[in-house]
């Protein structure tokens, strides 16, 4: 995806920083170079994910589905370099209206999907803590179908791009050049890209930012009230910085990007010379498919943190059902049906790593 001078999303070829002059061939190929091994690496490492979690996705837990959900968007994300790298070294665009809609479609698409996943993430994370029986009780088609509902919301805000969007072309010094652009008035479009800046960054930023808040007012008072002395971080803790890490570097690569596409929408023109417009597009570019290399390395992390999370949970839950097997016959009963809303919990849990530990 590009940033144009007009102001609109597109996919179109660099402008001539000189025809044939060393300048243009060493940022394109250094671009090009970038993004190939982004790809290379962001695939593999997604694909390798997706292999991981998939084994054990008919335990259904939320962690595992939610990690499912990124890496198949990064995945879908990271499939259009190639059409990008491909235009930027032919300077022109061969892949049709169809080409045009399918992959402006799929960047807002994915980038949604992801931070729509996050947030379903640091809530999940957040009821866990602070009303834990009630996560229990939530069944495998209710985590199933948050995710369904992620996809189905993403693609609804991606429908206008997906319409809207098409083949276009324009005069240059070396012939006609083909393009893909919105054919939207620039009122609309500036309230389709605030609607959309609004949606990917604005209010996820605000509900991940609430969570984390009331979560860590709870960790807070937790530490005050408990006599343990250790300093060391629990694998409860461990798992949510993990998530809250993945938030940030989603904004830290996504808001360079957004900044760019709103500044003109905002604010007077840049007057940038051809030759800063193209690197600066280059750099906002390599950024946002950065995310989707580098996630795949937090998600391993982060499943390590979650099963520390559930060893140490397994072991309360055995020390807490193993108290009721030695009181008299008359409470035992009582102690089983306590204990089993906890443990329907931990069997769609904790069986999951197993297949896990030869992975990871």
């Known amino acids: 995806m590009n940033y144009s001078k007009s102001g609109n999303f597109s996919i179109s070829p660099p402008p001539n920083i000189g025809s044939g002059s060393m300048d243009e061939l060493v940022i394109t190929s250094t671009f090009g170079t970038l993004l190939s091994l982004v790809y290379i690496v962001g695939v593999s490492g997604n694909v390798y994910t997706l ?47 169809v080409g045009c809609r399918i992959l402006l479609s799929l960047d807002l698409l994915t980038m949604h999907a992801s931070i729509f996943t996050l947030t379903v ?15 229990v009780k939530r069944s495998k088609n209710y985590r199933k179908a948050i995710a369904s509902g992620v996809w189905i919301l993403s693609l609804i805000l991606t429908f206008p791009m997906m319409i809207m969007v098409n083949q276009t072309t324009k005069h240059a010094p070396g012939g006609v050049k083909r393009m893909c652009a919105p054919t939207w008035g620039p009122e609309a479009y500036k309230i389709y890209l605030t609607i959309l800046f609004s949606t990917s960054i604005m209010a996820p930023g605000i509900v991940i930012g609430y969570l984390y808040t009331r979560l860590a007012r709870t960790y807070v008072e937790s530490q005050r009230n408990s006599v343990s002395k250790g300093n060391k971080r629990s694998p409860k803790q ?26 003109p929408l905002y604010h007077k023109p840049l007057t940038l010379a051809s030759h800063t417009h193209t690197c600066i597009n280059y750099l906002v570019a390599c950024l946002t498919y950065s995310n989707s290399c580098i996630n795949p390395f937090l998600y391993t992390l982060l499943t390590k943190n979650y099963r520390e999370y559930l060893k140490n949970r397994h072991r309360t839950l055995y020390r807490y059902t193993s108290s009721f097997r ?31 530990k030869e992975y990871l």
């Open 121 to 135: 993430m640091c809530t999940e994370r957040y009821l866990a803590v602070t009303k834990p029986l009630d996560t």
């Open 238 to 263: 461990k798992v949510l910085i993990m998530i809250f890490t993945i938030v940030l570097v989603f904004w830290a690569c996504f808001l360079p990007f957004w900044i760019w596409q709103l500044l």
């Open 326 to 356: 030695n009181r008299p016959p008359s409470l035992y009963s009582w102690g089983k049906s306590a204990s089993s809303i906890n443990q329907s919990e931990f069997n769609s849990e904790t069986l999951v790593m197993a297949p896990l």
């Open 51 to 97: 292999m991981v979690m998939c084994h054990s996705i008919r335990f259904a837990t939320p962690m595992y589905i939610s990690i499912i959900n990124l890496a198949l968007a990064d995945l879908l994300y990271l499939s259009t370099i190639p059409f990008v790298v491909c235009t930027y070294f032919l300077k022109d665009w061969y892949f049709g209206d």
